[in-house]
């Protein structure tokens, strides 16, 4: 049984209700074996690390499995996996996620750095992990009963649950495994907490599936989840039955999901991502988002991929505000169509209306420079970037040296480069 399994089966057992732990331990017949500051502490975290501190030194402590006991060893290391791993989970968000616990992130800090604390005290100059547990257990056996240390508390119930093994082979592992369990599903998360973890998910290779699980599990699934959730699906079909899903549902729609869709149109076959492209286009009006930058720059790279240039002047001219954004978005697209004729107009269009240029709009246009028969666009626009004062930006420093270098001016690139005060790959190359 891995963990997906433990997790559904506690929730079974649990019928939804989950306990601190204490009724697993009842039900197994051990509770009253246990010392009552183990399995009572004051806050969430104390138990957490207590566990966790039990659950390491009982890792650390195993043997290999001697011959009369190998019949039950595949079953023990299953449960062995499962604790270790909910325990390290858990462990993890104290430690770096204490706003995703019960206890205030404040609480929850102070009781880690306590307990750093009192492991740089107790373990000073122990060095391997091996003796630095052992030194723990001893210290668990040997102190004080009045001893209420965090990290004695932890040694102590491993030596606790290291006696019973004796008794049950079994047992130890398997008692672990559901109170660590129990302990990982009742972190309460709120939805900016799910949306969190779920981008994160979505961060990590592999993962997907995971963060739709978590998605489908959300029992209050927020605008944010849904978004979350469209733009970690751009890579596969799911993005668009999360739309129909959103549409369903009345979920309202924003520039973040739709921009998002449009890059998975991208992914798509030619046909299907015009159509899907034309689709989105259609909900931008209907949702009253025409002016999102987003969704209207992603919207120019897919029409302009698939060279639907009528298109995208059209998208680019209904625009009720344009800026340096949308000007480069549609130079780029032209440029990039063969059109560098007309990409140089928009430029110029552009710099009638009084748009002031950017780092990238002037990359943008030197580079198209570079192809026109002419010499004389590609120098009234090098003389626009020397009065910008753009002209030692690396990105406009590269455009420059290599528009120079396509008009056989490789003097003026020379100059260039030698006055450059920052260069990059893209330069020396």
Known sequence: MGVKE???????????????????????????????????LAATTHTILAWHIATTLCEVHDDPVPPYRRRH???????????CGLSNYCAYLVAFAPELLPDHS??????????????????????????????????????????????????????QLMILEIENPMLRWKLLKWYTAIHGLALPL?????????????????????????FDAMPDQTPSSWYTAVSGCVHDAAAFHLLRG????????????????????????????????????????RAGLVGNVYIGTALLHLYASRGMVSDVQRLFWEMPERNVVWWTALMVALSSNGYQEEALGAYLHMRREGIVCNANAFATVLSLCGSLDSEMPGLQVASHVVVSGLRNHVSVANSLITMFG????????????????????????
């Open 106 to 159: 404040f609480i929850s800090k102070s009781i880690f750095d306590a307990l750093v604390d009192e492991a740089t005290e107790l373990l000073k100059g122990v060095k391997t992990l091996e003796q630095r547990c052992e030194k723990l257990r001893e210290k668990g056996a040997v102190a004080e009963e009045n001893d209420n240390r965090l990290i004695i508390l932890g040694a102590r119930l491993a030596n």
């Open 73 to 83: 060893s595949q079953e023990q290391q299953r449960r062995r996996h499962v604790a």
């Open 406 to 429: 396509s008009m056989g001016r490789v003097q003026d690139a020379e100059n260039l480069f030698a006055q450059m005060e920052e260069r990059d790959i893209v330069v020396l190359t």
């Open 190 to 214: 709120t939805a900016f907490h799910c949306n969190t973890l779920i981008a994160f998910y979505f961060g990590r290779q592999n993962a997907p599936a995971a963060a739709l699980h978590l």
């Open 246 to 285: 959103m549409r369903e549902r009345h979920v309202p729609l924003s520039g973040f999901a739709l921009a998002s869709l449009v890059t998975a149109c991208e992914r798509r076959g030619w046909d299907e991502g015009r159509a899907c492209g034309a689709a989105i286009h259609g909900l931008t009006h």
């Open 6 to 40: 433990v997790v559904m089966e506690t929730l079974k057992r649990s019928n939804g209700e989950l306990t601190n732990g204490v009724t697993s331990l009842r039900a197994n017949g051990v509770l009253r074996r246990l010392s009552s500051p183990c399995t009572n």
